[in-house]
């Protein structure tokens, strides 16, 4: 049983207590970690049935994989990659990606407002983002994900990622340069 003090306590604390069959305590875990998760994986797959099926299957994967956490990363970032590997598998198994990026004609991508769905040129923008990140590798959309739409350093992509600085600075780099091609080509 949870009690007040694991509510507020650390995430070690709280995931010697899900070992020890406490099942409060993890769902103490998925509510500090579900928009988390959430926004990783409608980051790569955009927000469809399949995002919250990957986002279910996270805290599940989680659940089961939890004796082997041995806490050497932070909890979060341990969810995270669970979050990533699942997401990039759906992305291979369904060919999909959906996201809100825009190139705006410097070494930059930003994200775009596309609260309005009425809007015909944010629509029209949303869809040609879309198929130029499609033709992206997923190692390459990954690491746009991470850096632009989750907000992470590139610092903090490479650890959760497990990939080196450099690597995720070249991939960064190149990805860019490929979707500053592949806008280019649909004007």
Same mark, same amino acid.
């Given at each position: 049983m949870l009690n007040e003090s694991q509510k507020g306590s650390g995430d070690d604390l709280l995931v010697k207590a899900v070992l020890n069959g406490d099942k409060e305590a993890f769902g103490?875990?998925?509510?500090? $970690?579900?928009?988390m998760v959430a926004r990783t994986v409608k980051g790569m797959l955009g927000d469809s049935v399949y995002s919250e099926d990957i986002g279910q299957e996270v805290f599940i994967k989680l659940y089961h994989s939890l004796s082997e956490f041995r806490g050497?990363? =932070?909890? /979060?970032? $341990?969810?995270?990659?669970? &979050?990533?590997?699942?997401?990039l598998n759906e992305i291979k198994r369904r060919k999909?990606?959906? /996201?809100?990026?825009?190139? =705006?004609?410097?070494?930059e991508l930003y994200e775009i407002d596309i609260a309005d769905d009425n809007n015909a040129e944010r629509n029209d923008t949303r869809e040609l983002v879309t198929k130029a990140l499609m033709k992206l590798d997923p190692k390459f959309r990954v690491i746009v994900t991470m850096r632009m739409l989750?907000? $992470? /350093?590139? =610092?903090?992509? &490479?650890?959760?990622?497990?990939?080196?600085?450099?690597t995720v600075l070249s991939r960064l780099s190149r990805a860019q340069e490929q979707l500053r091609v592949i806008l280019k080509n649909y004007e």
């Open positions: 103490e875990i998925v509510r500090r $970690y579900r928009r050497e990363a =932070k909890l /979060s970032t $341990y969810i995270q990659k669970i &979050a990533i590997n699942l997401t999909r990606f959906f /996201s809100t990026f825009i190139h =705006k004609g410097n070494d989750q907000g $992470y /350093s590139t =610092k903090e992509t &490479a650890e959760i990622l497990d990939l080196p600085l450099g």
